[in-house]
């Protein structure tokens, strides 16, 4: 027995343990950190569908993403939304979580307690990812990535209106539009914004990842794949997306004309815009902003709510404050996005 | 506002000095002139008074919000500007109001009179009908500092740009002692109300670091050798009664230097003198960091004046009654100069030594000395060489003491604030004392954005105690800390004190116990 990681609910139909979120009466994780049987999987980035688990279950669109970056002989079960799995008498379905495409929320039921891990969330559909779904549920774990309240996004099509005017008055100066993004979600949705202004070149880690959804039905905007080595040239004046571990590369130093934006919800504040060696910032995220997560916590109805990664201490001392139980969880959730995008980029074929 | 907010929001997108400056010239292109000249004041750093009390602000904005105060400070901390927390938790606005940038600034001139009901009515209904980056440009148009990424050689360069006006001229009359609402556009671009002839400076001469051995330059006597101080390099002007002080990034910082002013006043004729601008106490030279508590400063008061005198080391004439000597030998102006400032004695103003020695070898012990005096070392110009209008290589070199080092373990780490309030970038370092750590000195600079990003993370997994924006981490880190000098210190834990502590690298092929010990680094006092 882990004594960090004590169980806190009575009916412990999940616990927090050195391996991740873990339901004892199921025997399966949620989104494990090491090695073990059954992972059920709430989305495909790096930080949440590690490798090494003997069996993967996850929503149909996250299956080719898994096989992408983990391997393609991974024992993987797929389900749809709403799909119920019995395992070892725990009812387990997926839910949409609006995050990315094919990410979902875990809910587990078992004698009529219900818990729902909601991996990564938002509430604003960003017109890609099937739209955020509420399950109501007696324990709630959710993340705090911007539980703050100065986090607050604009409207998803407010927002693809300030990107479509930043490609045009890059144009009307003759300037390379290139954007920083995380390959799987940001950059999808960057082209989804973007579509019809002008060729879209991606890096090759993003265009892997497109042909993941591709083979999964989903239609993406035209996109070529970007050759940064031969022919460069040919992206000047257009629209470039790339990973946030090229940021600062001599890749993009190399684009010519290049005007660079970073596509990220902290993009929020000043400070933090104008410290990154880019042009612009774009508050885009894939994440609940303040309002999100107190819509969705207070919604639940949840009698008692997990805080993992984020703005873990602030979030749960605030909800505890309004009178809806918290603490906080502390996970490996939320902190290698970045360093598994490098590993992507690292490959030979580069 | 809404050229002002676009003007701000195109500077915003880019970090690009010249797209900043064609945003600038957009927005000169677009704005109605009473809007130009309060442009270019707040660009200048003439803001008028604060009328509105920031504890009044953020309370009327909790209760707007209803947000507890401590979630209100929690925000505060990760923006590091009030005004941007103050429009980021704002709810959107339910109404649309347009004004110019003079109509605000008019009717904000106008609260110093009000109620404090009425400026709260006022601000309130400001918030809800500015979006999102005006209600901030208000927020910081209420008095707070109004910092942009803008400096002002880019608005100069702008304006020049814009009017084909010369640059010092501009700058000079930006300068100068004018209110918006008293003078027009065209009035302070036209330079009309100033003479911009009293104040033209000369480009300065600029020495490279010494990259030869000293038995290469020749002839040790065809060598002029002075002290290499570390203060604010500045080009003093007097002309037709009019004294002007031109530092090398081209700004005038005459009033940062009253003593100076006056002194340079109380001289007869008309000169132009290239000189270090020092802080001086006793007849010590002191840090430079103590100098720059002075710098940029709305007012400088008696007591700062009183604690940090000054003083300027000069080295060079450039002119004298209208006849430019640039093209004389170093020689000649040295010894017209020594003439000049032997017949009035000027306080404050000091000519630079010159130092004198036989041979090669003996300048070299010199060198090695400097730092005992609080010198960086030594600038060596050639007698025949004319006052360059740059920096060419040959003629004036300068030679510096090289820094000391010390391996040193991360383990404090603070955010910065304002454009690096998002990341760990204040640093506070240990050496080992015995069988603990003892905390020797904190640095800010030295590692590039990337390794920011990195030793934050590292913070943000490893640390172990919190105390108000200060974390406690993992001693595990070890970076090479480099510094001008040490002595000891009472007030310090260790004992000692660095001067101009800074990060020279990371030293990941380093670990704790590689550290440097702290008996070791106190036998570097000499």
Redesign the interface.
């Given at each position: 027995m882990n004594v960090k990681y004590k169980p806190i609910t009575p009916l412990k139909l999940i616990t927090f343990t050195k391996k991740g979120i873990y339901c004892p009466q199921g025997k399966f994780y949620i989104d494990p950190w090491r090695p073990v049987d059954l992972a059920v999987i709430t989305h495909g980035h790096a930080d949440h569908a590690r490798w090494g688990m003997k069996k993967y279950l996850c929503h149909h669109f996250t299956k080719p993403v898994l096989y992408q970056r983990i391997g393609p002989d991974i024992e993987c079960q797929s389900v749809e939304y709403g799909e119920i799995v019995h395992i070892n008498g725990v009812k387990v379905s997926l839910h949409p979580a609006g995050h990315i495409i094919g990410s979902a929320q875990i809910r587990l039921e078992y004698k009529g307690f219900v818990t729902v891990v909601s991996g990564d969330y938002k509430i604003q559909d960003d017109g890609l990812s099937t739209p955020f779904e509420l399950v109501r549920c007696n324990e709630f774990v959710t993340e705090s990535t911007f539980g703050?309240?100065?986090?607050?996004w604009l409207e998803v099509n407010d927002l693809n209106k300030k990107l479509q005017s930043?490609v045009l008055k890059n144009q009307e100066n003759s300037k390379t539009s290139v954007f920083i993004g995380y390959s799987l979600g940001k950059a999808q949705r960057i082209m989804k914004a973007v579509e019809g202004l002008g060729k879209t070149y991606v890096h090759y880690s993003i265009g892997k990842l497109n042909k993941a959804f591709e083979e999964s039905g989903i239609l993406l905007p035209d996109y070529k794949i970007a050759d940064f080595r031969e022919n460069i040239k040919e992206l000047q004046h257009e629209i470039v997306i790339v990973p946030p571990a090229l940021l600062?590369s001599s890749i993009i130093r190399k684009i010519p004309d290049a005007?660079t934006?970073i596509c990220s919800g902290?993009m929020?504040?000043?400070?933090?815009?104008?410290?990154?060696?880019?042009?612009?910032?774009f508050p885009i995220s894939d994440h609940a902003d303040w309002k999100g997560l107190l819509q969705a916590v207070k919604a639940t109805e949840a009698e008692k709510v997990h805080v993992t990664h984020g703005q873990t201490d602030?979030f749960s001392?605030?909800l505890n404050?309004i009178g809806i139980k918290a603490d906080v969880i502390e996970t490996l959730f939320g902190?290698d996005e970045e360093e598994s995008e490098k590993e992507i980029i690292e490959t030979p074929e580069l | 506002m809404k050229h002002f907010a676009d003007l701000i929001n195109a500077l915003?997108?880019?970090?690009?000095t010249n797209?900043k400056i064609d945003a600038i010239i957009d927005y000169l292109e677009r704005a109605p002139d009473e809007d130009k000249v309060w442009f270019i004041a707040l660009f200048t750093g003439k803001r008028p008074k604060r009328n509105v009390n920031t504890n009044y602000m953020k309370e009327w904005a909790l209760e707007i919000?209803q947000?507890?105060f401590?979630?209100?400070q929690?925000?505060y901390s990760?923006?590091?500007?009030l005004g941007?927390?103050l429009s980021?938790?704002l709810p959107p606005p339910e109404q649309k109001i347009e004004r110019t940038l003079s109509e605000w600034m008019t009717d904000i001139l106008h609260l110093k009179d009000k109620t404090e009901a009425e400026k709260k009515a006022f601000v309130l209904q400001s918030w809800n009908g500015l979006d999102y980056t005006e209600r901030?440009i208000f927020n910081k148009l209420l008095g707070g500092s109004f910092r942009i990424?803008v400096s002002d050689k880019t608005l100069i360069n702008a304006l020049t740009k814009f009017s084909g006006q010369e640059a010092s001229t501009l700058t000079h009359s930006l300068t100068g002692k004018w209110q918006p609402g008293e003078i027009s556009f065209q009035e302070l671009i036209s330079a009309e109300k100033i003479n911009p002839d009293n104040s033209k400076p000369y480009p300065f001469c600029l020495a490279y670091p010494l990259e030869k051995g000293l038995d290469e330059l020749g002839a040790p006597e065809e060598w002029q050798i002075e002290y290499k101080w570390d203060g604010i390099r500045g080009q003093i002007i007097k002309r037709n009664d009019e004294v002007f002080i031109w530092s090398r990034g081209e700004e005038l910082v005459t009033e940062q230097f009253p003593e100076i002013r006056d002194a340079v006043k109380m001289m007869k004729g008309s000169f132009v003198l290239d000189g270090e601008i020092l802080a001086v106490k006793d007849g010590n030279i002191l840090n430079f960091n103590e100098l720059q508590k002075r710098l940029n400063r709305k007012t400088l008061t008696k007591k700062m004046l009183a604690d940090i005198p000054i003083e300027v080391f000069v080295y060079d004439l450039l002119e004298l009654e209208g006849t430019d000597l640039r093209e004389k030998p170093m020689e000649a102006r040295r010894a017209m100069l020594e003439e000049l400032l032997l017949n009035e004695h000027p306080e404050k103003i000091r000519i630079s030594q010159t130092i004198t020695f036989e041979n090669w070898d003996e300048l070299n012990s010199i060198q090695e000395k400097s730092r005992e005096i609080n010198s960086e070392g030594l600038m060596l110009k050639q007698k025949n060489s004319p006052y360059h209008a740059g920096r060419k290589k040959g003629d004036w070199w300068k030679w510096k003491v090289s820094p000391l080092t010390i391996d040193a373990v991360l383990i404090y780490a603070q955010k910065g604030?304002?454009?690096?309030?998002?990341?760990y970038t204040d640093y506070t370092f240990a050496v080992k004392n015995r069988d603990s750590l003892v905390t020797i000195a904190k640095a800010y600079s030295g590692l590039t954005?990337?390794e920011i990003m990195e030793v934050s993370?590292f913070v943000?997994?490893n640390a172990i105690e919190k105390f108000g924006p200060v974390r406690t981490v993992k001693a595990e880190l070890v970076f090479e800390i480099a510094f001008e000098g040490i002595g000891f210190s009472s007030r310090h834990k260790s004992g000692v004190a660095l001067r101009f502590p800074r990060i020279v690298r990371w030293r990941r092929d380093k670990t704790v116990d590689e550290i440097d010990d702290l008996e070791e680094i106190k036998k570097l006092i000499q």
């Open positions: 703050l309240p100065i986090y607050n930043w600062d005007a934006a902290w929020q504040v000043r400070g933090a815009r104008r410290w990154r060696s880019a042009d612009a910032g602030i001392k605030y404050e902190e | 915003e997108t880019t970090n690009k797209a919000t947000l507890p401590w979630l209100f929690e925000s990760s923006v590091g500007d941007e927390t980021l938790i901030l990424g604030s304002g454009r690096r309030s998002a990341y954005d990337k993370k943000n997994k």
